[in-house]
């Protein structure tokens, strides 16, 4: 029914700049909470950073600061800016929605929808 596919990952040294979009199609954004994790290899799912049905958003900690997370309704397309990255935020990240009703919109139980992954390298 969703499909979300991700985009804008890449190579890049650190203290550069990514800019990562996911495009839904089959659904919308609007009244969905959705996010992005990553994952790096070895390492559990992480979360990343996620916009709520209210319109609030939420970092991790490592992302505060460094990473700003929106969307574009009309577009129905969900983005995340990243500056100042690090070889730590080395990963595949994924984008994801929410299913109706969730406890909370840090965890990956909470989504029903996920993207294939985008890759992102940074460089020492």
């Known amino acids: 029914q969703v499909q979300l596919v991700e985009s804008g990952g890449g190579l890049v040294q650190a203290g550069g700049s990514l800019r990562l979009s996911c495009a839904a199609s089959?659904?919308?954004?609007?009244?969905?909470?959705v996010g992005w994790f990553r994952q790096a290899p070895g390492k559990e799912r992480e979360f990343v950073s996620a916009?709520?049905?209210?319109?609030?958003?939420y970092y991790h900690d490592s992302a505060k600061g460094r990473f700003t997370i929106s969307r574009d309704n009309a577009k129905n397309t969900l983005y995340l800016q990243m500056n100042n990255l690090k070889p730590e935020d080395t990963a595949v990240y994924f984008c994801?929605?929410?299913?109706?009703?969730?406890?909370?919109?840090?965890?990956?139980?909470?989504?029903?929808?996920w993207g294939q992954g985008t890759q992102v390298t940074v460089s020492s």
């Open positions: 994801a929605r929410t299913g109706r009703a969730f406890l909370y919109i840090t965890y990956p139980q909470s989504y029903d929808y």
């Open positions: 089959g659904g919308t954004f609007s009244r969905l909470a």
């Open positions: 916009i709520g049905r209210s319109g609030d958003k």
